[in-house]
C-alpha cells in the first residue's frame, strides 16, 4: 500500500480528498495541460506568420511551405489549422468580430449626443485601421479572385455595415438627421465616409495620418448628416 493509501485510510484522521488537497487538485484540473498550450501557441504563431505573409507578399503568392517555415512547423499543422482558406477566415472573423466593435455598439446604443455618435464612429474606423487595416487590404485585394476570399469578405461587410446601419439608426432617434435623409440614406452616407475606401485613400494614396483622416471624416460627416 502506497504511503498515500495509508494516509488517507488511517482510522481518526481527515481524509485530504476533501480538504486542501483537494481543492488544489480542482484547480490544476481547471489548468490547460502542458500540451494544450503549446497546441494554442503553435496555432498563433501560425495564423500571426500567416498574417505577416499574406500582407508582405499577398495571398496567393504566399504558400503553405512558406507559412510552414514561417512558423517553424510542419506543413501538415497548417493545414489542420486550417489551410490558406481558413487562415484567411480566422483573419477575418479577427477583424471583424474584434472586441472594439462590440465595446462601439454599447457605446453607440448609450450616447445620447449626436455629435458624439459620430466621434465613436469615427474613432473605432481609425482604431479598425492601425490594428487591422493588413487584413483589410488583404481580404479586398484577394476577393475579386478567390471564392472563399469573396465569402469571407461578404461576411466582415455584413457585419461592418450592421454597426453603422446601428448609428444611422441612432442619429434618426434623436432627431439629429438633416431633412430627407432617412437611415438608409443616413447609412449610405456614413458608408461613403467610413466604409473601406475613404480612410485607405487619405492614408494611403494622399499619406495622411490616422488621426488627420478621422478629424477631417468625421468633420465632413458631421457637416453632410446632422441638422445644424
Known sequence: MSPRSER???PGTRSTTGGAGGADEGRNSERPSRRAEYAEATRRAVIDEARRLFSERGYFATKVDDIAAAARVSPATVYVIGGKQGLLRILVDRWSAAPEVETARQQLEEAGDPAEILRIVAALTRRMREDYGDIMRVVLATAPHDAAAAEGLALATGRYR????????????LGALQS?????????ILWFYFGYQGFF???????????QAEEWLLAAARQALLTP
Do not use: C, K, P
Open 8 to 10: 488517507t485510510s488511517t
Open 201 to 211: 485613400t487619405l492614408v494611403d494614396d494622399n499619406g495622411w495620418s490616422h488621426v
Open 162 to 173: 450592421d454597426g453603422t446601419r446601428m448609428a444611422a439608426r441612432r442619429l434618426a432617434e
Open 180 to 188: 430627407g435623409i432617412d437611415v438608409e440614406r443616413a447609412l449610405d
